[in-house]
Structures are given as C-alpha cells and as structure tokens.
C-alpha cells in the first residue's frame, strides 16, 4: 500500500477530475463540443443562381420587321417617267413656265368666254380647235400646278423625314378632269379634226393619270383605248411612241408585263431616235428583272447607261439611276458581287465602285442572301483593314450569323471580331485611335458580343448541369465563360456593365472552377468596383468563402521554434472539411450512457491551445472578415437600420464575426477571440450568434481556469429573458462547477476557509437542482479536512456524503476513502469493513477495487476466510464493471485474484484448497503463462512437502508432470515476468535433485565382491554425470534474475556430487577377499587396496574442491548468498581446511540465508571483488553479474 500522503493527493485530484468530468460531458464548456449549431455562414452555404442574360439585354433587342412585300407586285427603279420630267423643270423651266401660266390662264377666260358666246356645238366652224386649245391649255396649267405641287411635296417630305417638320404633307394627285372633258368634245363632236391623234393621245394619257390617281379602272381602260385606237388608226402620228410608253407605263404599273414589254419594245425597236428611248429602254431592264431574266437586265441596264453616256447635262442623273438599278440585278446573279466590282471599277472607278458594293451588300443581307453577304463584307474588311467602318461590317456579318441562330458561325466572327479590335495588336485600333466615333462604336459593339458570347457559355453551363446532374459535364461551357467574362473586364473595365460581369466572373471561378484564389481576387475587383452595388455583400462574402476554401486545401504545420508555418502535405489542412448541411457549426461527440472521459479527453478539453501565430491565409480570412464587417456598417449608416433589416442585408455579420474570433481562438490567441466574441454578443442579442459566442468565450475561459469569468457570463445568461441554445439548468451547473472550481483554488493555496465557504455555496445554492454538483463539494470538502489532517471531520463529512447523496457518483468514492483513513491510521478491520460496505453500494470498478483492498487487508488480518470471499467477489464483479479508464486493469487482475486465493488458502495452511485454486490457474488462464508457471511451481512446492513429511516419494509422477508444464509455458511470450523465474527455476532444479536422488542410491556398501565393484564405478559415474548435467542446466538457464539462488545451490551440489562421491569410495567396506587376506595377516594387500582407492578418489576430492569452490564464486558473482553458498563454504572447508575456514571465521561473507525465497534479495555489494572466470575441468563459466552467460558446451564434452 502507498502512503497517506499519496492516498490524499490521489482523492483530491479525483475530485477535482469528478468536477472537469461534469463539465465536459454534462455542461460541455468547449465550443465545438456543443449540439450542432449553426452560425448561418460558411462557404458551403454558398449555393450558384440561375444567371440572367445580358445578351438579353443588348442584342436581342426588338428588331424592326421586314416590309411585307406583296409577291406579285412588280419591282421598279427609284426613277420614272415624272421625275424625268422633274429632271427638265429646273429653276429656268419654273420661270419660263409662270410667265407660260399666266398667259394659259388669261387664254382659258378668253376661250372659256368665247365658248359661252358662240353656245358651243358644232355650229361655229372654229369650236374645235377652241376645244381642242382649251383641252390643251388646261393640260398644260394642270401638269405645271402639278409639278410645283410635287416640288413642295418633295421637300417637305425630306423636312418630314429628317424630323424637322411634325406632319407628313400630302401627295399631289394630277387632275386632268377638265382637259378630258374637253378632249372628249372634240373626239365626240369632230371626229375628223385634223388633229385627231393629239386629241385622242392627250386623251388616252389624261384617262390613264387620273384613273390612276382615282384608282378609277374604268377611266384607266376608257384611256387604254384611246390610245390602242391611236396607235391602230394612226400609225403615221408623231405620237405613236409616246403611246406606246403611256401603255406601256400602265401595263408595267397594273403588273401585265408581257404587254408592258412588247409596248416598251416596240420603242426601243421603231423609235430609236425618240426621246424616251433611253427611257423606254430603262424600263424595259425593269421588266426583266421582274420576270426573273437577270442576265439580260444587266445587260439591258448597261445599255442604258452606254446611250446615256453619250448625252450631256441632266441625262447624267438618269444614268446615275440606270448605275444605281443595276446593283439589284447584279444581286440576282449567282455570285454577282465580284463581276459588279469589275464593272463598276471600269465605268466609273474604284471610289464609286466600293460605294456600288456596300449597296449590293445591303441588298445581300435584305434578300437574305446570307452566304454572299457574309462573303462580300468579309472582303471589304479584307481589302480595307483599316477603314473606320469595319466595325459596321463586323456587325452586319454578326448579325446575319445571329438572325441564322448558327453558333458556330457566331462565334467565329466573334472571336474575330474581337482579335480584330484588341487594342493590343490591332492596326485598325491604331489607324483609328483618333476617330472618336468609330472607336466608341468599336467599344461597343465589343462589349455587347463579349456579353453574348459569355452569357452563352454561361446559361448553356448551367443548362447542361441541370440536365445531367454533373458539373464535370459543364465544366468546359463554364470555363470558356469565365474567359470571355474575364476579357470583357479587362478591356472594357469602365463599362457599366463591368461591375455585373466581374461578379459573374467571380462567381464561375469560386462555384464551379474551385479557383478560390482567383476568385478571392475577383470578388475584391467587384467591391472596388461599386462599394454600394448590388453585389456587394455577396462580393465580400465571396471573399470570405474564397479563403476559407483555401485554408481547407492547404496543408501545413506549425513550426514552433521558427514561430512559422511550413507547408507539409502529411499534416491535416488549415480548416476541417465539413460534412455538415453547410454552416459553420460545432458539434457533439456522443457518448453511450455511462461511458467515461478518458484522462487525455479531459486534459485536452480543459488546456489552453499553444499560441501560434496565424497562417498568411488565416490572416487574409481575418482581414476579409473585417472588410465585410466595415461595408456592412458603412451601408447601415447610409441606409439606415431599416433599409437593412428590409433588404435583408448584413445579416452575416454575426456569424461572419464569429468565424474570425473562432480562427483567433483556434491558434491559441485567446484575448483577440475574445474581444471579437464580445462583439459579436453585442451586436444583436437576439441573434442565436450571441449565445454561441458566450459558449465559445465560456471555453476560453475554462481553458485558461478563469473560473470567476465563466460565474459572470454564466449568470449574465442566466439574467436573460430568451435564450436559444442555453438552458437554465445547464447555466445554473455552469456557475456551480465554476465556484467549485473556485473553492478547489483556493483549497490549492491553502485558503482553506474560503473553499470550505465556496462549497457551501454550492451546497445551499444547488443542492435541489444538481445534486451531483453538490455532492462533489461535499466529498471535496471531506478531501479538505484530509489535507488539513481533520480526519474525523474527513470521516464525518465522507459519511454524509455516503448519507445524503447516496445515488451520487462519489459516493462510493467516499466510502472508499473513507477505508483508506482508516487504513492509513492502521484501523484494519474498520478499513476492510469500509471497502466493502463501498462494494456493496456500488457495482462499479470503484466497487472492484474496493473488493481488493478489503481482500489484501483481510489476508494481512489473518482472516483467511473473508479475504477469499472478498477476492471472490472480486472475480465475479470485473467482468460486469462497464467501459472506463480503470475497466482493463481490473479486468486483467482476474487470474492474480485467482493466484491470490490460492495463497490465501496456503497461508492458511488449507492445503487442498491452494492446491485446487492453483490447479484453476493453470488450467484457466493460459494466456497469463507467467501466473502458469508460479501456479504450478507453488504446486510442485507443495507436492514436495507432502513428500518430504511423508518421509516418500508418492507425488513424483505429479512434480515430473508440473516440471513439463512450466518448461512449455514458460517459452511462452510474455511469461518471464514477476515470479515466474523463480519457480522456473525451482521446477527445473527440483528435476535435478531427482536426479541427484537416484545417484545417492548407488554405494559402494552395497558391493558385495570385487567383481560388484567396477559395474557399480559405472553406475555410480553416469548417475553423477547425469545430475551433473541436470545442474549445470539449471545454471546456465537460471543465473540470472530471481533464479540466482537456485543457480547458486546448483552449483553446490555439483561440488557435493564429488564429495560425496569421494566420501562414498572412501568409507566403502572391504571386500571380503581383502578383508579375509588382512585378517590373515597380510596387511600389506589391504595397504595396497587401500592405496588404489585412494589413487581413484584424489582426482575426484580435486574436482570436488573445484566445484565447491566454483560454487561460492558463483554466489558471490550472482549476489545469491543463502544455505547451499553457506554449505559450499563448508564442504570446502572440509575438503581443503586450510585454504577454506569456516564460514563463522571469514568475516567478508555475509550471512546466508536459510531458505530460498525469490521476495527476498541479498546484498551484492562483495560480489563484484570477486574473479568473474572459473575453471571446471576442461570448460570455462563466464560470470557477469550485469547479465551472466555461460559458453554453450555440449555435456557429452564435460569431462572431469
């Protein structure tokens, strides 16, 4: 048993451990050993939205619908027949023509009167060419008041066009109402008027104008037939052309183009020389194209501007028109564009030729000849690589692609496009860098076909991620996504859209890329970008995450001496890996009912962490904290608490605090947590965050056993109305463990009375509620009046403790200790009594110990009878004893307590008994072959007993049998601990002395002649040789450790063997033969008889005396000094007195020992005086007393 002074310090550390064990399982003070609680952020709460389009926003705005063409309307040039005539009434023609109406007017009153005079009819001879100059002078009026109209018209509707003027004006319609009439007088009334063609020309003409401008069929076809009736009855008229144009105008106009060709033919065939020749020849291009024969238009167009190129003056615009119609033919032909380039470069030269060609290109791209105007824009950025507009054909060539919907072919000129304008290769950029206008239209279109290109890849990401369920089948689409957001941010930086790109950009980088460090960059461009934007509590946060996925991949540790961190694959990473829902949380390692906290759990609960200095990460994290923090509060003070909480913004910053202090407080620094934990308690007390913050800084402060601060924030929670996560039993044992842990402070600095006052506290304040609690401070108090050496006020209070709070977890424990104070004040039974009244209360591994201690007391009371029951009881409990730090040491001590009872029984003199629990042993716990082999030494002690009082060898067979078995267990591993040496070595010198047994059988007495003697020699030297053999192998597996001393008495009886064997020769009888001769007188064959003996015997009494003397060096060697050293000194006294005095008279040896007992140690203080190396015969020992070998001989090879 140890000592009082251990015992105590024992029990107080066990209250106190009582105490940290309540704290940890049933209180939990460690943050993350809490239920899980979520803080509400983290990374992994960060979940990817569904982008909008920006493409959607700029391209694929409302386009202007195409014009419905009706299919079978004809197709016309730009120029007809009146703006021919508009072509000749220039200013000059004006002037000349308002004098010219003035006159008409004045001839028309005067006809008019005349005609109102004469009464008309046919009477007046001259009334027809009166109707006839009326008709014609009201045509005249009419066509000039018409052209006027149509010059006002003409320019409003530009001012109109232009915006400058508000209302459209109307078309001026011609009507010839009154010439017609007067027209159709002469037709009517003078049929044979010498002028009949005019008038029915002027007629047939006025129909058509005002039929059409009437949409009067009627009268259009009345002027049909004036004019077919003219060209058939007429044919030598000078008007037949003009005729055939007029027809031919209608007809094209009312779509009959096959009559409209064969009028415009029959000018251009028979009327050459005609003015409207060139004119007539024009529309009959028109013709052509309209019945789809495009070659023989261009043909028919060139033609045109041939003969018009031979005139001068006003035909130059008509042949400006006849250029200008040509590009639609062209576009009709296959491939059209490169002969047009061609064309035009010869008639009117490279200049007017590109003009021609942009012209043909739009009217590519209005056909919907795609192909060809992709190809045609595409040259003109090849031929003109640096011309301002290559941007316009970039778009026209993107947009074609785009109304195709051909992503392929959209991205292609994109990407061209954009290589085409990056400022830092481009020579169109540098060629135009001062032309404002055409770089602003570069930028913006760059801009918009980067957007569409990114928010493509972008939306068909997230499209094909929804679809299959795997990132890794989007992955491509969100990285090509990220490059075009990030190129759009790097040229346009100014754009107002930059700010929702570099977010999108940021967030392809964090969500799917897991690029966190480009990402972290990105999401701190986007908060510099706009510190009031949309995205910026998204943006800082996104800077958080981004950090805290970093310190989850890096893997490093923390170099303590260079107070640095250095990367380390093998060491775990910065930040655990969540498998949680996402938020931050911390949470509880449960543990099954009545299962203990090991001490190392307790220790590293209860320590505080080394302090380290944050990693660089860390230190980011801690500063993107921050960060966000102060945005928060800036845009809390801009828009105030209200916009806030109804915007739902800055509801992170709790948590986001708490992150921060939670990182401070992982690398140990303990006042930067706490200042932060404070914080954050007292930013929203109503937020769930506030609690886990007191949690976290109740930690801390258990950490750093600053109890008194862990009462206030305890009761601080207490006070509060609401509360989430605290429950006010679990607050109210938070003040109570730490004023216990108050009082056993101030217990440690011997303030006795203040820790008695603390537990008194406990005891009046939470004896209801917690009584666990307030039995520890009761036993703790008991463990105080212990210290202070009161320890019949220790009893008293251990018995209340017992009395009070029976159910309580120390209250065993009590009545433990009560059994050691009795103990240690040598009050052996009240002590047993104590142990095992604690037994009975509790089956625990307490209990078990207590059953042991009661035992060992019984034993040393001599009441061999109780102490069996006790280590009984013992035997029956420990196995039923449930998991815990002591439950395997207990549990192991089932074969001792098995062992024990068999002393127990031996002691107490109850042979069979020990002889039947030693049996149990050997048989039961073979995987204890150390408690094997001293159960069957203790049995083969026994059995020699019985033989010994017995005055017979009967239990031989039983011994030889045990001897086997402790042979075999003892090569067993782990056998050769605690007695197991000792009776190792007992077993295998109790075979030896069988052995020198059956040589002391052997005498010369039993010789009866001397032809008995030499056949006995031989018996009596094998015999010898055979136990000689026996001991030395109890030497050589014996010399060391508890074995010593039977290695010792082995080496004696070596040295008796000879002696014996000398004394044996020497006291034999003489033969009868010898015997007969000497009584005869012959004493002479007696003497010789005599001398022969003698001669055998010398070398035998030598070897004797050099066993013998082997013998002691060996016990001095071995420090084994007991009965046979003794006796070896005493045989060898008599063998060579004079060299050997006894041993009464050497006063270097110590005395010896009168039993061989391996608990019993003898002094080796002489032993190392003595010589290490001894002869026997022809073999050499080695004695070591640090560690004794013998050279291996093989004993055939042991001679003497």
Not at 143 to 166: G, P, T, W
Not at 333 to 354: F, N, Q
Not at 606 to 618: A, C, G, S, W, Y
Not at 952 to 978: D, H, L, M, S
């Amino acid at each position: 048993m140890n000592n009082q002074g251990k015992h105590r310090m024992n029990r107080i550390v066990f209250a106190r451990s009582a105490t940290i064990l309540t704290l940890t399982i049933a209180v939990a003070f460690s943050a993350h050993a809490q239920a899980p609680v979520s803080v509400g952020v983290g990374a992994s709460k960060k979940k990817a939205s569904k982008k909008a389009s920006l493409f959607n926003e700029t391209l694929k705005k409302a386009k202007p619908k195409k014009k419905v063409e009706d299919p079978n309307a004809v197709k016309k040039g730009e120029f007809n027949y009146e703006k021919l005539e508009q072509l000749s009434f220039d200013e000059r023609a004006r002037r000349l023509q308002a004098k010219k109406s003035q006159t008409r007017q004045e001839m028309i009153r005067s006809m008019e009167g005349l005609v109102q005079r004469k009464g008309g009819g046919g009477r007046y001879t001259r009334m027809a060419s009166i109707y006839f100059r009326l008709a014609e002078t009201y045509w005249d009026e009419t066509h000039y008041q018409y052209l006027l109209s149509r010059d006002k018209y003409n320019k409003e509707m530009e001012a109109f066009e232009k915006k400058i003027r508000s209302t459209k004006p109307t078309e001026p319609v011609e009507n010839y109402q009154r010439s017609i009439e007067y027209y159709e007088k002469v037709l009517m009334q003078f049929p044979n008027y010498r002028r009949i063609d005019e008038v029915l020309y002027r007629l047939g003409k006025a129909a058509l104008s005002q039929g059409k401008a009437l949409g009067d069929k009627v009268l259009s076809n009345k002027g049909v037939q004036y004019l077919n009736q003219l060209v058939q009855k007429h044919q030598r008229s000078r008007y037949i052309a003009n005729a055939h144009l007029a027809l031919a105008e209608h007809f094209f106009d009312s779509n009959n183009l096959t009559l409209a060709k064969m009028n415009y033919e029959q000018i251009v065939q028979n009327y050459s020389s005609s003015p409207m020749f060139n004119y007539a020849l024009y529309k009959l291009g028109w013709v052509y194209f309209n019945l789809r024969e495009f070659p023989r238009t261009v043909e028919t167009f060139k033609a045109v501007v041939r003969e018009i190129s031979k005139l001068k003056g006003k035909a130059l615009t008509f042949r400006e028109q006849a250029l200008k119609d040509l590009i639609p033919a062209y576009a009709e032909l296959e491939r059209g564009w490169p002969e047009a380039k061609s064309y035009y470069t010869k008639v009117e030269g490279s200049k007017k030729m590109w003009q021609r060609l942009e012209r043909l290109a739009r009217i590519y791209v209005a056909n919907d000849k795609q192909d060809l105007a992709i190809e045609l824009h595409t040259h003109f950025i090849d031929k003109k690589p640096i011309d301002p507009r290559c941007v316009d054909w970039y778009e026209t060539i993107i947009d074609i692609y785009l109304g195709l919907e051909e992503f392929k072919g959209i991205e292609g000129a994109i990407r061209k496009y954009l290589a085409f304008t990056d400022e830092r290769t481009s020579a169109w950029v540098a060629a135009n860098k001062n032309n404002s206008e055409a770089m602003e239209k570069a930028q913006e279109l760059g801009e918009k076909y980067l957007l569409y290109m990114s928010n493509y890849f972008h939306q068909k990401a997230q499209k094909v991620e929804d679809e299959t369920k795997s990132l890794d089948a989007a992955r491509d689409f969100y990285v090509k996504a990220a490059s075009d957001y990030k190129e759009f941010v790097r040229r346009y930086p100014n754009s107002k859209k930059a700010y929702i790109v570099q977010f999108y950009y940021a967030e392809i980088l964090y969500l799917q890329l897991k690029d966190y460090d480009n990402a972290r960059k990105q999401y701190v461009r986007v908060i510099e970008l706009d510190r009031k934007g949309e995205y910026l509590e998204d943006a800082a946060l996104g800077v958080i995450y981004s950090v805290e996925q970093l310190l989850k991949q890096t893997r490093a540790r923390y170099d303590y001496d260079k107070k640095t961190w250095v990367p380390d694959q093998t060491a775990p990473t910065l930040l655990a890996v969540e498998t949680t829902d996402g938020a931050s949380s911390v949470k509880k390692t449960k543990k099954r009912k009545g299962e203990e906290v090991s001490e190392d759990e307790i220790k590293n609960a209860q320590v505080p962490r080394k302090r380290q200095t944050l990693h660089p990460l860390e230190k980011d994290f801690i500063l993107a904290a921050d960060k966000y923090v102060d945005l928060m509060e800036s845009l809390k003070r801009d828009k105030g608490p209200a916009w806030m909480k109804r915007k739902k913004k800055g509801q992170d910053v709790p948590g986001i605090m708490y992150l921060a202090a939670a990182t401070y407080y992982e690398r140990g620094q303990y006042p930067e947590s706490i200042q932060r934990l404070e914080i954050v308690y007292r930013y929203n007390q109503k937020r769930v965050e506030s609690e886990i913050a007191v949690k976290t800084l109740i930690d801390i402060y258990a950490r750093e056993k600053n109890w008194v601060k862990i009462e206030e924030w305890a009761r601080k929670m207490l006070n509060r109305r609401k509360k989430k996560l605290f429950k006010k039993k679990d607050l109210r044992k938070y003040v109570a463990i730490s004023v216990g842990e108050q009082a056993r402070e101030l217990a440690e600095r011997k303030d006795f009375d203040g820790a008695h006052r603390k537990y008194d506290t406990i005891l009046s304040e939470f004896r209801r509620d917690e009584p666990e609690l307030a039995a520890i401070s009761l036993f703790n108090k008991a463990a105080i009046y212990e210290i202070q050496k009161k320890e019949k006020d220790a009893i008293q209070t251990y018995e209340r403790v017992v009395k009070e709070f029976k159910k309580s977890k120390v209250a065993p424990e009590a009545m433990f200790n009560i059994g050691m104070i009795y103990e240690a004040q040598t009050q052996f039974k009240e002590a047993a009594a104590s142990f095992l009244k604690m037994a009975k209360i509790r089956k625990n591994a307490d209990a078990a110990q207590a059953l042991i201690n009661a035992g060992a007391i019984l034993k040393a009371l001599r009441q061999y009878g109780p102490a069996t029951k006790a280590f009984t009881a013992f035997i029956k409990l420990a196995p039923k004893i449930e998991s815990g730090p002591d439950t395997k040491r207990l549990q192991a001590l089932v074969p001792d307590a098995n062992l024990e009872i068999g002393r127990v029984w031996e002691k107490a003199g109850n042979i069979k008994k020990a002889m039947k629990s030693y049996a149990n042993v050997a048989k039961k716990f073979k995987a204890r072959p150390d408690l094997q082999v001293e159960a069957l030494g203790r049995m083969i002690k026994l059995y020699v007993d019985q033989d010994a009082n017995a005055k017979r060898a009967k239990n031989k067979k039983k011994i030889v049998k045990a001897i086997k078995k402790i042979q075999t267990a003892f090569e067993k591993p782990g056998a050769r601990k605690g007695n197991a040496a000792y009776y190792f070595a007992m077993g295998l010198f109790q075979s030896s002395e069988f052995l020198y047994n059956d040589f002391l059988k052997l005498t010369l007495r039993d010789v009866k002649n001397m032809k008995s003697l030499k056949p006995m020699l031989e018996k009596q030297a094998k015999a010898l040789k055979a136990a000689e053999k026996s001991y030395f192998e109890v030497i050589d597996a014996t010399a060391a450790g508890q074995g010593k001393d039977f290695a010792a008495c082995a080496a004696f009886k070596v040295g008796l063997l000879y002696y014996t064997f000398k004394e044996d020769l020497f006291n034999a009888p003489l033969p009868k033969v010898v015997q007969r001769a000497a009584d005869a007188g012959f004493y002479q064959v007696e003497e010789r008889y005599r001398q022969a003996i003698e001669q055998v015997a010398a070398p035998i009494e030598e070897q004797s005396l050099v066993a013998l003397r082997g013998a002691i060096r060996t016990a001095h060697n071995l420090g084994a000094y007991n009965r046979c050293s003794r006796q070896a000194g005493e045989y060898a006294a008599k063998v060579n007195p004079s060299e050997y005095p006894t041993v009464e008279k050497d006063p270097n040896l110590p005395k010896a020992t009168t039993a061989l007992n391996p608990n019993k140690t003898t002094n080796t203080s002489t032993s190392a005086a003595f010589i290490t190396r001894v002869r026997r015969g022809k073999f050499t020992v080695d004695f070591k007393p640090s560690n004794i070998q013998v050279k291996q001989k093989k004993a055939a090879k042991r001679q003497y």
